[in-house]
């Protein structure tokens, strides 16, 4: 992984996305998952293995030493690094501001404004001289706010009325009369596009815009990398009966990720899980999602069955040049070595013990 803002952003992603691949839980009872005490690294030993499991007693691995590795694995396609080059880009747009005419239908405006009710300025009704961006006729403001911006010019300040829904849902300001004090800052014209460029670049962190491709191509490559390890990995055979501990593991690290987003609307897992996933309850969605469970299982059995037979082995260091070390605290130590066996060191074992075709 590489030290830069680009790939901040992706850990991010890759913690939320694929955190199936190492977390913890304990079980009180059927489908009854205790998340309170949660942590990444809870039922995982220093080295990342699963706590008191042989993983290839578990797992057959399927042949992984002098396999064939397609050309494609080890180049970018250009068109996905340009999608990427693109996407950097495009934050970097703006949009002409015009000035001279007055605000129509339809328009998108930049608009300041400050609400009070009775004369007192209310929290949350103002915008802190920060604009607004507001689509007259599709953005949706309370009352006709937006409907008596039409007519005004760029650089007018003026009062406009509006009344409150009687259920607008806060108590001091439901029904109730406001004014809203409004400044026009602009109209939205036409998209400019951006182009890319050294100092684009640099705010990733690259002197030059042929670093910045170069680190994106690398970036490809080794995720290729890993999705062939993965996919080797989930051609591993079950002995006998899946770890109930893996298969925990691997369910609450999936239910963790939707908890957080309860807490933050104020709603239990299963409250969230119903509204917002759209499954009937909460074990009705862990069953539906039974084969994926297993599936993850099994890969993590099978990255361990692999370093247990081949000695690998992650260090701190392993973990630091990934990149990582400012993520130990909220994850441990023992989470970390065991995403950077599954993303970074598993592949590249088997990579170079491949054949390119």
Known sequence: MLKTKITAAVLCIVFVLSAFVGCSGETKDSYNYDLTNYSYSKGLDANGFFEGIKASDHVTLPEYKGIALPAEVLVADEAEVKAQLDEITAQYDTYAQITDKAIANGDTVNID?????????????????????????????????????????????????????????????????????????????????????????????????AELSADIEKWIIEQQKSDFFTELMYQSELKGKMPQAVLDYVICADLINYKGYADMFGMTLEEFIIGYVGSESLDAYISSNMDYYELSAIYCLATQALAETEGISVSDMAVSDAGLSDYVESYGMPYLKQYVLQTVTGPAFVIDNSVSE
């Open 113 to 209: 404004y400050v609400g009070s009710v009775d004369g007192v300025e209310f929290e949350g009704g103002s915008t802190g001289g920060m604009g607004t961006d507001v689509t007259i006729g599709v953005t949706n403001y309370i009352d006709d706010f937006l409907e008596q911006l039409i007519g005004h010019m760029p650089g007018e300040n003026f009062d406009i009325e509006v009344t409150f829904p009687a259920d607008y849902g806060k108590e001091h300001l439901n029904g109730k009369d406001a004014i809203f004090n409004i400044t026009v800052n602009y109209i939205q014209g036409e998209l400019i596009k951006a182009e890319l460029n050294d100092e684009i670049a640099s705010e990733y962190g690259f002197a030059t815009v």
